[in-house]
């Protein structure tokens, strides 16, 4: 740490009135016992035009501004020079490589700089990623986003982000710019593995759990890209959106809608993308008269980095910088992260009359009562004890694991492969000796790699050779001869498969295909060959293609990017410790040609046919495995769906129960999934939308009767007025083990 850090980190220290935040003072706004709107419009009385501004603008630490002379570092007279006596409403990411302890140490000296060295002393906010757990270096790495999404468990999300939140919070951060709430109705798209899948209820679920957990620990966040930005043609990143109202509505707002009405969010963070030609940044429909006109939204608007910015250098929407920055304001963004760029420019817009300084109030006021209502005039710094507590905290890294455990999911199980009882086991796979951790993850994690895991669960009563076998991308076929060596003395063979973060996706990196890349399936193949048992584990973020081998093989297990203890994990599933209990929340297509194909979609005027695949169904989604999928070591039965009643009124809830049995001989838990189909509508509805789902643990040879009730308003659909709407009429409730396979029953609406 250099020597202006460590001397404003002292001052702050030895303050300990600083602790206790700033005390009433005479000033209206400074008064903790005032209503927080009064204390809103007195300090933003007080404010010149200059100090408004920079309330929507944000510092990015170290790289960037003019004013940081090297890229990574930055001193504290750096910091308060840049920040100056007019003060800074947010600084993105300023503590990313700096570990816990100096974390919290830099937040508390920058935040020193804005309260106490600026003229009005209003705090900052100071924000950074979580999307699977805090991004300052050394903090525990959770299961990506698809990953968790896998267990089909919002109580335990809200666990893991309560976590998070208060290793976020501990580190000095105020707010994160996470969850992803796109739909990932397309997963060519480089960041798929950041979403909860394709399901906009189920994403709705696990978003306003995130949101829920991190919230308690007093920390902000700002969902991302609202809106659609991950459904471009061809699943290609921020590309104009041509939907309709409608769909937009009922698939891609769903998530977003629930974070603001029933998580209470605070922030939401604009997309890259544009909607019918308007960029999301700059969408008054989208911004004002969506999101706080009719959610109800009260919150403030960030940015994606460099937003503002993309308005001219992408979309040509606008001629300069400063047209960018008036046109985002007057729509309703607040924010432009995550440097100060375009948004500094608003005083001289507001010279030349492209808008006014009462406008760009109502920006600010937003800043302010937000910083208002998180406290931080009254608690602006951060006890460091609470960091050294919670550092490398046992029981975050047993939630670690838990949660990976529940996220694999089983595929495939022939001749009962799994769980493996064999003396020699062979790992192979490029993926195999590495703790993939995906997108947004911190750096310095002790991660688990599936090798390492698969040592710790079967070292003693198993020899276990090793060999890399081959890379996720290229051409070099050289460790073939090794892997196919070690595959011939071994009983089983374990390849562990998959992709990369920024190597085989991520951001920026869309893909076109989506089978392993470079020779893994090549390699697959030839070990396939050689005639043991053969389970392919793929350790990735995305939905992968397996025709050319899928029916060579014994297993299959998907474990998408699982967190530090994702090795661990893995070998608890393969050995039987853990039953696996995860199921799929985006559907595997037969080959890359068939997306987009998602479990949501409106029927065909006609009935086409795949004529490639031969003689299949006449259906136009022919799926490897669809949504809602994953096996168990045991079974379930599905019997004795009851509806209470088959003919309802409208307004009235739908009541049923179902009984599940374990016929197996292992102690399970079963995800139940509910659909409901609208079987007649006027405007054509999917065949199945997930309404309700329940984790339920199921004792071998027992049976758990299920209850479930569903409220009227899931009966609805969107009218021509875009209003919520019951139409009289037929529909069917499909309760089952996955979106495929399960119990129907009908009932009337009258």
Request: hydrophobic fraction near 40%.
């Amino acid at each position: 740490m250099n020597k202006s850090i460590v001397a404003l980190c002292v001052g702050v220290c030895c303050s300990t009135s600083l602790w206790t935040g700033t005390s009433p003072g005479t000033l209206p706004y400074k008064n903790s016992q005032l209503p927080i709107e009064q204390r809103v419009e007195d300090l933003l009385g007080r404010m010149t035009l200059e100090e408004k501004v920079f309330q929507l603008c944000a510092l990015r630490l170290g790289e960037g501004d003019e004013i940081f002379q090297s890229s990574g570092n930055y001193t504290m007279e750096e910091v308060q020079k840049a920040i100056g006596e007019r003060g800074i409403g947010h600084i993105s990411c300023p503590t990313t490589d700096k570990g816990a302890e100096r974390s919290v140490k830099i937040s508390n000296a920058i935040q020193k700089v804005a309260v106490e060295k600026t003229r009005l002393g209003i705090p900052v906010f100071i924000n950074d990623e979580a999307l699977h757990g805090s991004k300052v270096a050394g903090s525990t790495s959770y299961p990506q986003s698809i990953a968790l999404s896998s267990t089909w468990d919002p109580e335990l999300m809200e666990k893991v982000s309560d976590a998070i939140g208060q290793e976020t919070h501990s580190k000095g951060i105020h707010m994160v710019l996470s969850p992803t709430l796109d739909l990932a109705r397309d997963p060519r798209h480089g960041r798929m593995e950041e979403t909860y899948g394709e399901d906009p209820y189920l994403a709705s679920r696990f978003g306003v759990a995130f949101i829920k957990g991190l919230q308690k620990n007093g920390v902000l966040c700002a969902p991302k890209h609202f809106v659609a930005n991950f459904v471009g043609e061809g699943g290609r990143d921020s590309g104009n959106i041509p939907f309709s109202e409608r769909e937009l509505r009922e698939l891609h707002m769903m998530p977003y809608e629930a974070a603001v009405k029933e998580a209470g969010v605070k922030s939401m963070m604009a997309a890259y993308n544009a909607i019918d030609g308007v960029s999301c940044s700059a969408n008054y429909w989208l911004l004002i008269e969506v999101l706080r006109n009719d959610w109800g939204f009260n919150g403030f608007v960030v940015s994606d980095w460099s937003g503002v910015n993309h308005l001219r250098e992408a979309h040509r929407a606008a001629e300069t910088w400063e047209d960018a920055a008036v046109m985002c304001a007057k729509a309703g963004l607040d924010v432009d992260l995550p440097r100060v760029r375009s948004f500094a420019m608003l005083p001289q817009a507001v010279q030349k009359g492209k808008i006014t300084e009462e406008e760009i109030e109502t920006n600010v006021r937003r800043i302010l009562r937000a910083k208002f209502e998180a406290g931080l005039f009254e608690h602006p710094y951060i006890e460091e004890k609470d960091t050294k507590k919670l550092e490398d905290a046992p029981q975050f890294r047993a939630l670690a694991r838990q949660a990976a455990e529940k996220s694999i999911i089983l595929l495939k199980n022939n001749r009962n492969v799994l769980p493996l009882s064999y003396k020699k086991i062979a790992v192979i796979g490029p993926n195999a000796d590495v703790c993939q951790l995906g997108g947004y993850s911190a750096t310095g994690v002790k991660g688990v790699s599936p090798l390492e895991g698969i040592r710790n669960a079967f070292g003693k009563q198993a020899v276990i050779s090793y060999a890399k076998g081959c890379k996720l991308t290229g051409t070099d076929k050289s460790g073939f001869a090794e892997a196919k060596k070690i595959a011939s003395l071994a009983d089983v063979c374990v390849l562990v498969m998959g992709g990369e973060w920024l190597t085989t996706g991520g951001e920026t990196m869309d893909r076109s295909d989506l089978s392993l890349m470079g020779v893994q399936e090549e390699l697959i193949q030839e070990i396939a060959q050689i005639g043991k048992p053969v389970v392919v584990v793929l350790v990735d973020g995305r939905p992968v293609t397996m025709q050319k081998w899928v029916d060579k093989v014994d297993g299959i297990v998907m474990m998408f990017f699982a967190g530090e203890e994702g090795g661990n994990a893995l070998a608890d599933v393969l050995s039987g410790r853990v039953n696996p209990s995860g199921k799929l929340t985006v559907t595997f297509p037969l080959q890359t040609g068939d997306l987009p194909m998602c479990l949501y979609h409106r029927p065909y005027g006609r009935e086409g046919r795949h004529v490639e695949y031969g003689n299949l169904p006449a259906s136009r989604y022919v799926y490897q495995f669809p949504f809602g999928y994953g096996l168990s070591y045991t079974t379930y039965q599905y019997k004795n769906l009851k509806l209470a009643k088959k003919n309802l009124a409208k307004g009235e809830e739908v009541r049923f129960s179902v009984d599940i049995t374990n016929t197996g001989k292992v102690d399970g838990e079963e995800i139940v999934q509910v659909y409901l189909t609208d079987l007649f509508c006027r405007i054509s509805q999917s065949e199945k939308k997930l309404k309700a789902f329940r984790k339920v643990s199921v004792p071998a040879g027992e049976t758990k009767t299920v209850h479930f009730t569903l409220p009227a308003s899931d009966l609805a659909f969107l009218n021509e007025k875009l209003e919520p709407e019951v139409e009289t009429g037929e529909f069917a409730v499909f309760v089952g083990t996955n979106s495929q396979e399960g119990l129907t029953d009908k009932f009337r609406v009258e």
